[in-house]
């Protein structure tokens, strides 16, 4: 049956997704998807030089979140019910949200990006944690 709850989980799998791809973009552009999308410049350049951390860095990235979105698409009952969802998709809604966050925390660490990379992202995160978050409380006792 579907209701707001479950759109907002179909929502939080389409977010996703889009950035699950936009990942792999990177990967089909080159190193300037690398560099737009906030990347830093050491990956870009180990991506132009043919080294393979910057491809399974990417892989890994577009994994977790398609394996986010499949978790995102149960908890709405658009597929079978995956062992724990409520408390994988809490999960994912707390690294987001966190990650949103802690980005003063983390910047120091990525020194090349820029404010504009990080104040999107963290908006970007927020969004795609806080859709996780409502729609796995608005859902919780079917889950």
Do not use: Q
């Not at 979105?69 to 994988?88: D, E, Q, Y």
């Amino acid at each position: 049956m579907f209701n707001w709850a479950t759109g907002i989980l179909m929502i939080a799998a389409f977010l996703d997704v889009v950035a699950a791809i936009a990942h792999l973009a990177c990967l089909a552009i080159g190193s300037s998807a690398f560099r737009f999308l906030g990347a830093g410049e050491r990956l870009a350049s180990e991506f132009e030089a043919g080294k393979s951390r910057p491809i399974l860095i990417t892989l890994m990235i577009a994994l977790i979140l398609s394996i986010w979105a499949i978790f995102a698409l149960s908890g709405a009952g658009l597929i079978a019910t995956l062992p724990l969802t409520k408390w994988v998709l809490l999960a994912i809604s707390g690294v987001l949200i966190v990650r949103a966050f802690t980005f003063p925390l983390l910047k120091p660490y990525f020194p090349e990006n820029s404010m504009k990379f990080w104040f999107i992202s963290s908006g970007i995160c927020f969004v795609m944690g806080t859709a996780h978050l409502v729609g796995v409380i608005t859902r919780w006792y079917l889950l």
